[in-house]
Antibody
Framework: QLVESGGDLVQPGGSLRLSCAAS????????MNWVRQAPGKGLEWVSY????????YHADSVRGRFTISRDNAKNSLFLQLNSLRVEDSGVYYC??????????????WGQGTVVTVSS | DIQMTQSPSTLSASVGDTVTFTCRAS??????LAWYQQKPGKAPKLLIY???SLETGVPSRFSGSKAGAEFTLTISSLQPDDFASYYC?????????FGEGTKVEI
């Protein structure tokens, strides 16, 4: 199970930190991602982190503003959102990659946390 | 970036119909393709991985296939619970990319 938190209403240029608590599986075995969905729109991949946290990737739209991280000791995934823009608004999902290597489909999704960027 | 072109954007169908929608990748993604179902206000749910493997617990009326660069999701005998949006996604190379989605309507 994945449970996100931290979503909120924030002004443009502001910051947020999203958290995702994992349970029911061995968190440090799995690669993790964040995926977002703007209101009424499709799915957009945001960020990836390897199981040990040593490799990360971000979408071009958020690179330099968002940072993904994890704490395997606390079974937690994070996304730091800085310099937020109106177009960053949406539901943010914490997502687990399956076990196939080198990469796999997203087999477990959290319920999502809502980020609203507005003045 | 690998572009995923999904069609149609909307599909009207009835209970019992067999429906098919497609996803085309702009370059080779081997079999690194997944299909997800999403209902309004809910998180997406994995249906198919590795182009044609059925996720555990997903009804067998869902199937996936590949022909060249085109991937297909077929729902046989559409059920009321199947009216939703469906997305394809490639996980061959970063950035992971999704298709625009297909909404299945009554």
């Amino acid at each position: 199970q994945l449970v996100e938190s931290g979503g909120d209403l924030v002004q443009p240029g502001g910051s947020l930190r999203l958290s995702c608590a994992a349970s029911g599986f061995t968190f440090n075995f799995y690669e993790m991602n964040w995926v977002r969905q703007a209101p009424g729109k499709g799915l957009e991949w945001v960020s990836y982190i390897s199981s040990d946290g040593n490799n990360v990737y971000h979408a071009d739209s958020v690179r330099g503003r968002f940072t993904i991280s994890r704490d395997n000791a606390k079974n937690s995934l994070f996304l730091q959102l800085n310099s937020l823009r109106v177009e960053d608004s949406g539901v943010y999902y914490c997502v687990r990659e399956g076990e196939l290597t080198p990469h796999d489909a997203f087999d477990i999704w959290g319920q999502g946390t809502v980020v609203t960027v507005s003045s | 970036d690998i572009q995923m072109t999904q069609s149609p954007s909307t599909l009207s169908a009835s209970v019992g119909d067999t429906v098919t929608f497609t996803c085309r990748a702009s370059e080779s993604i081997t079999n690194s393709l997944a299909w997800y179902q999403q209902k309004p206000g809910k998180a997406p749910k994995l249906l198919i991985y590795k182009a044609s493997s059925l996720e555990t617990g997903v009804p067998s009326r869902f199937s996936g296939s590949k022909a060249g660069a085109e991937f297909t999701l077929t729902i046989s005998s559409l059920q009321p619970d199947d009216f939703a949006s469906y997305y394809c996604q490639q996980y061959q190379s970063f950035p992971w990319t999704f298709g625009e989605g297909t909404k299945v309507e009554i």
